[in-house]
C-alpha cells in the first residue's frame, strides 16, 4: 500500500508538470486501447475463477477515467470495447484503420499448465521502432513501479498486431499470468488495477 500510494505522487507530480509544459495549440495524441475477449469469450480464468475479459476491461477503464481526471484528457482515448461484449478480430482492426492513432494497446492475462510460471510479456509484430519504443517503456515503467518481472519485446504474428502494423505503433501486453495465484491474486484486486493503468497510461 505504501508503495503504492508513493507510486501515485510521483506519477501526479510528473504528470501535473507535464500538462502545464504543454501548449494548448498541440495536436492530441490519439492512442486506442483494446481489452481482450469479452462476453462469451472470458479469455483465461485463474483457479478461483478471475476471467481475463474483466481484467483487461477494468484496466483500459480505468486508463481512460485517469486520462480525464488526472491528465485533463491529455489523450485522445478510444476502447475497442467498453463492455462486457464479444468484438471481432476483424473489427477491431477496422477501427485502428479507419482511426490511425498514434498507438495501439491490446491487453491480455496469460495462463500456462505450469502455475509457477508467471511475469509480463510484451509482443510487437516486427521491429517497427516506435512499437518496440512504446513496448519497452511499459515494461520498463511495470518493473520500475511494481516490481513486475518483465522480457524483452517478443515478436507475434497475432491478428491484431498484423493488420495494424501498416498503420500505427502497436503492442501487446498479456499482463501476467491467472495461472500464477501470485499474479492473479494481485489482478483479483480493484486498486492494484488502478495503478497498473496509471502506469501504462504514463509510460505512454
Ligand atoms: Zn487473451
Redesign the pocket.
Known amino acids: 500500500m505504501k508503495v503504492m500510494i508513493t507510486v501515485l505522487m510521483c506519477l501526479l507530480i510528473w504528470s501535473s508538470s507535464l500538462v502545464f509544459g504543454q501548449s494548448i495549440f498541440e495536436d492530441r495524441k490519439i492512442i486506442i486501447l483494446d481489452a481482450?475477449?469479452g462476453g462469451i469469450d472470458s479469455?483465461?480464468v485463474s483457479n478461483n475463477g478471475l476471467q481475463?475479459k474483466n481484467v483487461v476491461l477494468d484496466i483500459v477503464r480505468y486508463m481512460k477515467n485517469w486520462n480525464k481526471n488526472l491528465l485533463e484528457s491529455k489523450y485522445d482515448i478510444y476502447l475497442t470495447r467498453n463492455r462486457d461484449t464479444l468484438i471481432s478480430l476483424d473489427d477491431r482492426t477496422k477501427l485502428v484503420k479507419h482511426i490511425k492513432p498514434d498507438v495501439f494497446i491490446s491487453l491480455?492475462?496469460n495462463h500456462i499448465n505450469n502455475p509457477e510460471i508467471k511475469g509480463v510479456e510484451l509482443y510487437t509484430y516486427d521491429n517497427n521502432e516506435l512499437s518496440l519504443s512504446y513496448g519497452k517503456a511499459i515494461l520498463n515503467a511495470l518493473k520500475l513501479n511494481l516490481g513486475f518481472k518483465t522480457k524483452n519485446p517478443k515478436h507475434a504474428n497475432f491478428q491484431v498486431l498484423r493488420e495494424t502494423t501498416g498503420y500505427c505503433p502497436a503492442v501487446l501486453i498479456?499482463l501476467g499470468y491467472l495461472s500464477n495465484s501470485n499474479e492473479s491474486n494481485y489482478l483479483n484486486n480493484k486498486e492494484n488495477r488502478k495503478v497498473l493503468a496509471l502506469v501504462i497510461l504514463m509510460a505512454i
Open positions: 481482450g475477449h479469455g483465461a481475463e491480455h492475462c498479456e
